[in-house]
Nanobody
């Protein structure tokens, strides 16, 4: 059974940092891209970042470029999202997800939540002003 478990959310002041973790199990971690998404109250779920499996290439939404960094630890089957210079508009529930297809390259297509198949339950990030 595919499982994705997010952790690391919390309350932080604007300008602060958090590191989210996504622990994966139940599938061959090395073969699958992992994406981070977020959903703020009253808004649609949006793609934040993604890391490919084959070459580790990455994708970032324009709104987080230069502030967020995605990485993966193959030994721990975990993907991280380092979030710096946080803004109140980053407040959301953050989810990690993976498609049911091996070897995909991250990009605009996999920044669409509809194209991901497995999801974690999310972790709440609140950025106060």
């Amino acid at each position: 059974e595919v499982q994705l478990v997010e952790s690391g959310g919390g309350l932080v002041q604007a300008g602060g940092s958090l590191r989210l973790s996504c622990a994966a199990s139940g599938f061959t971690f090395d073969d699958y891209a992992i994406g981070w998404f977020r959903q703020a109250p009253g808004k649609e779920r949006e793609g934040v970042s993604c890391i490919s499996s084959s070459d580790g290439s990455t994708y970032y939404a324009e709104s987080v470029k230069g502030r967020f960094t995605i990485s993966r630890d193959y030994a721990k089957n975990t993907v991280y999202l380092q979030m710096n210079s946080l803004k109140p508009e980053d407040t959301a529930v953050y989810y990690c997800a993976t498609p049911d297809e091996t070897g995909v390259m991250c990009g605009v297509y996999y920044s669409d939540a509809a194209n991901m198949d497995y999801w974690g339950k999310g972790t709440l990030v609140t950025v106060s002003s």
